[in-house]
């Protein structure tokens, strides 16, 4: 089926950063005087906005403290962590396709600022038409940010489709019947999507191009 609007989630289903998130992370609940926090905790919550991942992570944390991890997680992954980002296989020239002949759009954890370096740094921000970030709108997996592309792009739900490596986005595009692609490459195990009900589990990311060809 060709869908009017592909949206993608991007740590994780576009870009390769699980690694930089968990470093950084677990050097930010260090420095914040919380403790070591384990790789597989961290790999579970991503995809969330930063307060509520680490509302998750960190329960019982206090205002003051929590602010700090936060602080200290968004200096790290912008300047203190040299650990490599890249683009997963065929992603960049996928994207470039994809946005000749249709509209596409980012449904993110991300902050706005942190898309917006990577947008730059990357020179994909031309391909999107809308984005949301998580510091805009309610976190995944509500669906809000889903809600409001739809809106912006003046697209119908069942004609629009969501893409992600996590629960969170297979669950906020359910909760409105927008059909849905997961990724099994990113946090969440092929068992876990699948709960779901996607029209796909991609083992990579050229086969989510396949099925988007039709």
């Not at 919380?34 to 961290?42: D, V």
């Amino acid at each position: 089926m060709r869908y009017d609007l592909t949206i993608f989630d991007w740590d994780g289903t576009l870009m390769d950063s699980i690694a930089r998130i968990v470093s950084c992370m677990q050097a930010a609940g260090r420095e914040a005087e919380w403790g070591e926090l384990g790789e597989g905790e961290i790999r579970d919550i991503i995809g969330l906005g930063l307060p509520e991942a680490i509302a998750t992570l960190c329960p019982g944390i206090q205002p003051e403290q929590a602010e700090r991890l936060k602080a200290r997680y968004a200096w790290h992954f912008v300047e203190g962590d040299a650990t490599p980002v890249t683009f997963y296989p065929g992603v960049e020239a996928g994207l470039a396709s994809l946005a000749s002949s249709s509209a596409l759009a980012v449904a993110t954890g991300k902050s706005r600022r942190g898309l917006d370096r990577i947008f730059r740094q990357s020179d994909t921000g031309r391909f999107f038409r809308a984005s949301r970030t998580a510091d805009e709108t309610r976190s995944k997996p509500d669906p809000l940010m889903l809600v409001e592309l739809l809106e912006e792009c003046g697209v119908d739900a069942s004609r629009a489709v969501m893409i992600g490596d996590t629960e969170y986005d297979m669950e906020m595009a359910r909760a409105i019947g927008m059909p849905r692609i997961a990724v099994s490459y990113g946090v969440h195990d092929v068992q876990r999507l699948s709960r779901s009900e996607p029209l796909l589990v991609a083992d990579r990311f050229d086969q989510v191009l396949d099925h988007l060809a039709g």
